[in-house]
T-cell receptor, first 113, second 110 residues
Framework: GQQLNQSPQSMFIQEGEDVSMNCTSS?????WLWYKQDPGEGPVLLIA?????ELTSNGRLTAQFGITRKDSFLNISASIPSDVGIYFC?????????????FGKGTLLTVNP | DAMVIQNPRYQVTQFGKPVTLSCSQT?????MYWYQQKSSQAPKLLFH???????NEADTPDNFQSRRPNTSFCFLDIRSPGLGDAAMYLC?????????FGPGTRLLVL
């Protein structure tokens, strides 16, 4: 089945620094999604990418859908303490009744004030 | 503003005692999902409903059942919880494909 490799597994950065994380897949997806999960909460959608090559921003977050459709990255600029959490990438191939997500294993981000 | 609502947020049950977790949505989405998430892992899909059509994942134990009485509500029934079923249970919905998650229910099995 499809698998996602998400890296890095964890990051420890200073407040104000930029951070980048990425996901690669052994096969193509037609949608890439990035979620953030705080402890004890459900994942919150940050950015959805629907088109190969698409670059989308949401505030300090920027994500890109790789041109090969097998990868995506998420950048966070000027990190702040509330950016702490686990970031998950997810790939999706929607069609018919199948909207299943394939998740990466997550990137744990720690921001030191 | 709540879109996907899960109740309760925390549930304690006893080993072997049936438990039901609830999910409701205000988005009128036709697809609803239940995931199990254990510590430091990604969510794992248990099953999903496309309208009234139930789709079970091949590796979901028979101990887990689901009901969707109408568009807005979906329930997760665990018939005989074991210690290994202690986890966060996440409900999600989608309309055009993108999934939106609820806040989750943390299940503790004593």
């Amino acid at each position: 089945g499809q698998q996602l490799n998400q890296s890095p597994q964890s990051m420890f950065i200073q407040e104000g620094e930029d951070v980048s994380m990425n996901c690669t897949s052994s096969s193509i997806f037609n949608t890439w999604l990035w979620y953030k999960q705080d402890p004890g909460e459900g994942p919150v959608l940050l950015i959805a990418l629907y088109k190969a090559g698409e670059l989308t921003s949401n505030g300090r977050l920027t994500a890109q859908f790789g041109i090969t459709r097998k990868d995506s990255f998420l950048n966070i600029s000027a990190s702040i303490p509330s950016d702490v959490g686990i970031y998950f990438c997810a790939g999706q191939n929607s069609g018919g009744s199948n909207y299943k997500l394939t998740f990466g294993k997550g990137t744990l981000l720690t921001v030191n004030p | 503003d709540a879109m996907v609502i899960q109740n309760p947020r925390y549930q304690v049950t006893q080993f072997g005692k049936p438990v039901t977790l609830s999910c409701s949505q205000t988005l009128n989405h036709n697809v609803m999902y239940w995931y199990q998430q254990k510590s430091s892992q990604a969510p794992k899909l248990l099953f999903h409903y496309y309208d009234k059509d139930f789709n079970n994942e091949a590796d979901t134990p028979d101990n887990f059942q689901s009901r969707r009485p109408n568009t807005s509500f979906c329930f997760l029934d665990i018939r005989s919880p074991g210690l290994g079923d202690a986890a966060m249970y996440l409900c999600a919905t989608s309309g055009q494909g993108t999934q939106y998650f609820g806040p989750g229910t943390r299940l503790l099995v004593l």
